[in-house]
């Protein structure tokens, strides 16, 4: 007996997560319930039974308490999305799959996406999911979308390998714009949408690889290099500006 309850402890979360997973569920019930702009730091410690200086040691601004339900919303998705992307190798029903089951894992925060939109919107938030302050939850996603890819029995063009994953993640951002304001029973539209548009975007990319849509590839694969979010930092040129000339 002494045994099973030194074993039961080996397993019990740190005292420090706990306190920090507290702070976190509370902050969301108080956005759910006040709306994000009218909810403190100070309310916050107040009702998760903290002081607020232990608040501001886990999570030093309310913006950084969204950067945590936005990690969590992503550990939760990739978790989720295991069985089918292992299961599955149809480019087309792993694609609807992770975007099916982020529609699940989300649901829960769906009554109060809305309020966290309207500061996400502005580019210079750093809320935005294309933000610095963002790239942990952002790059996440893109792995997911990488492993919807590289498990399938699709093959793609070599040329777009790096850029799809982050066009896929593109694609998703659009559909959760569509869902923040989506008012159907269980995002009911959102779904139909997601069914509808998986298959056309699977074949899109198959299609891709044969030689005579190569010169419309190039051109995809230049356009992807320029504009995508983080695409020209990571080549180590300014986003948006011109790139290397070539020889």
């Known amino acids: 007996m002494v045994k099973e309850v030194k074993?039961?402890?080996?397993?019990?979360?740190?005292?420090?997560?706990?306190?920090?997973?507290?702070?976190?569920?509370?902050?969301?019930?108080?956005f759910q319930e006040r709306g994000y702009d009218r909810t403190t730091m100070r309310a916050i410690a107040q009702e998760a039974g903290v002081s607020v200086g232990n608040a501001y040691y886990y999570f030093t601004s309310k913006e950084h308490l969204v950067q945590g339900f936005y990690d969590r919303l992503a550990a939760e998705h990739a978790a989720a999305v295991q069985k089918v992307?292992?299961?599955?190798?149809?480019?087309?029903?792993?694609?609807?799959?992770?975007?099916?089951?982020?529609?699940?894992?989300?649901e829960p925060y769906h009554r109060f996406a809305a309020q966290f939109f309207k500061n996400a919107a502005d580019p210079e938030s750093p809320l935005s999911p294309f933000s610095a302050q963002s790239v942990a939850a952002r790059e996440a996603a893109?792995?997911?979308?990488?492993?919807?890819?590289?498990?399938?029995?699709?093959?793609?063009?070599?040329?777009?390998?790096?850029?799809?994953?982050?066009?896929?993640?593109?694609?998703?951002?659009?559909?959760?714009?569509?869902?923040?304001?989506?008012?159907?029973?269980h995002a009911e539209r959102s779904r139909r949408l997601v069914e509808r548009c998986t298959p056309i975007?699977?074949?899109?990319?198959?299609?891709?690889?044969f030689r005579v849509l190569r010169p419309v590839v190039r051109q995809i694969h230049d356009v992807l290099e320029e504009f995508l979010p983080g695409?020209?930092?990571?080549?180590?040129?300014?986003?948006?500006?011109?790139?290397p000339k070539k020889p």
């Open 142 to 185: 893109i792995a997911i979308h990488r492993r919807c890819l590289d498990g399938s029995d699709t093959k793609t063009d070599p040329e777009l390998d790096d850029y799809l994953p982050q066009l896929m993640w593109l694609v998703q951002m659009g559909l959760v714009l569509y869902w923040v304001y989506d008012r159907t029973e």
């Open 231 to 243: 695409a020209a930092r990571a080549k180590g040129r300014p986003a948006g500006g011109p790139g």
């Open 201 to 209: 975007g699977a074949r899109v990319i198959a299609l891709s690889r």
């Open 7 to 30: 074993d039961v402890k080996t397993v019990k979360a740190p005292k420090s997560e706990q306190t920090r997973t507290l702070i976190l569920e509370t902050a969301l019930r108080l």
């Open 85 to 106: 992307l292992d299961e599955e190798k149809d480019l087309a029903t792993r694609m609807r799959g992770v975007l099916l089951i982020w529609l699940d894992v989300a």
